[in-house]
């Protein structure tokens, strides 16, 4: 277990433009321990008392049902932060935890975030900033489920990669497996492969290994975008540039 | 157009415990109109400049994608609040807002709560709060979309009215017509017409109208908690109680 630095936590949205001693004092209370894949970080239904920065490899949220289904809620990469959500009573884990690919995690205790955001009004507009955020991904992903075919999904998924990446040319990576990526998009893996090749026809793309290769995005968002309620490219991501 | 009191205000949750005088400057600003059913509130992408709170009625909450199909985000009823979570930059609408059932709508300057938002920390905590239980419920509402068959999701919503009826009966009323329920689920009328009677012989319910009447809930909630992650009767609406 290692310390954090202050500086480490000011690149992280929900920490910025804070003082230097509200920073100092939220670092000191900070850990980051490096996990290897399969490790659960917790259990839906423990008590809250941590939230958590990825530094590096990917963290699964998932929920299991109660005849056994699991359904991953969301896959987080670099700089993503989760748990910062459970301010409130009842707060417990609303999903379970899991390192899906061993990388460096930080840990924070939620009672100092609960404590300063009533002090602070900074972090507490901070967090509305970030939970709003992922308020409006959400309904975005629910709109999709509803409008949009596993191969339009997929499609999805791979323009906002390519904005993410922002590497000026049409080559895609993908950040994590496939297998997890089917999850993450809501697939049974079959599905996955038989939608992914559909989108190879569709598109002209060419796949190798985790790398995706386009001549241009052209195709690819005019296929997908037409069952989406927003034209490409996605302004949450042009606006984080 | 009439004027609001800041009694009315007080019982909107991020309202709650507000200093007089923050729920009069508030009040000053607010107006209430009865709008009759098919009236447009707002369209996706316009310049977001208020947030509503519907006192009578039923406001849809609905996206079109490019290629014209509508996707229905929410239906929103007496008490429930929207258009509040756009606060930050490029605030405009992410949805389109239509009277489903004519009421009486609440409308109140976002300029005001953001001003408000970054000066006074009660109303920053209280829209955080607000926030983060419409993502849970965002998240809960994505699992089910992957784990629960088209019946459940009509069961799951049953039996969530049920535990806001709290008659202490199981005796179920419709909010508003099965055509909008059924897009307020994410489902074609057929499939709902389809799923509704399966339900009906899956719980021994009999159906009057928009009246459900049942012997006890433990037919339903059997059936339709074992695809969810959350025990029965959930949490989220028994501690509101």
Redesign the interface.
């Known amino acids: 277990m290692d310390d954090v630095t202050a500086a480490a936590l000011s690149k992280i949205p929900i920490f910025n433009g804070l003082e230097p001693d509200v920073l100092d004092k939220i670092a000191s209370h900070a850990h980051q321990n490096t996990y290897k894949k399969g490790k659960i970080l917790f259990i839906?239904g423990d008590i809250a008392e941590h939230y958590y920065i990825v530094k590096s490899g990917h963290v699964k949220l998932f929920?299991?049902?109660?005849?056994g289904?699991q359904?991953v809620?969301d896959v987080l990469s670099e700089n993503d932060i989760f748990g910062h959500?459970l301010?409130?009573?009842?707060n417990r884990y609303?999903?379970s935890a899991e390192i899906a690919q061993t990388g460096v995690i930080i840990s924070l205790p939620l009672s100092d975030l609960r404590e300063e955001?009533?002090k602070n009004?900074d972090i507490?507009?901070n967090?509305?900033?970030a939970?709003?955020l992922?308020?409006?991904h959400?309904?975005r992903?629910?709109?999709h489920?509803?409008?949009q075919s596993a191969t339009q999904r997929i499609g999805c998924f791979l323009l906002r990669q390519a904005l993410k990446d922002k590497t000026g040319r049409p080559v895609i990576t993908l950040p994590y497996d496939k297998m997890l990526l089917a999850a993450r998009l809501?697939m049974q893996p079959e599905t996955f492969s038989r939608a992914l090749s559909r989108l190879k026809k569709k598109t002209g793309m060419k796949i190798e290994g985790a790398c995706i290769h386009l001549d241009t995005l052209d195709r690819l968002s005019t296929y997908t975008?037409?069952?989406?309620?927003v034209?490409f490219p996605c302004?949450d991501l042009i606006?984080k540039s």
């Open positions: 839906h929920r299991e049902t109660l005849d289904t359904t809620i959500s301010l409130f009573e009842d609303p999903s955001m009533y009004n507490a507009v967090l509305l900033r939970i709003t992922q308020l409006n959400k309904d992903e629910l709109e489920r509803f409008t809501g975008c037409s069952s989406c309620s034209k302004k606006n």
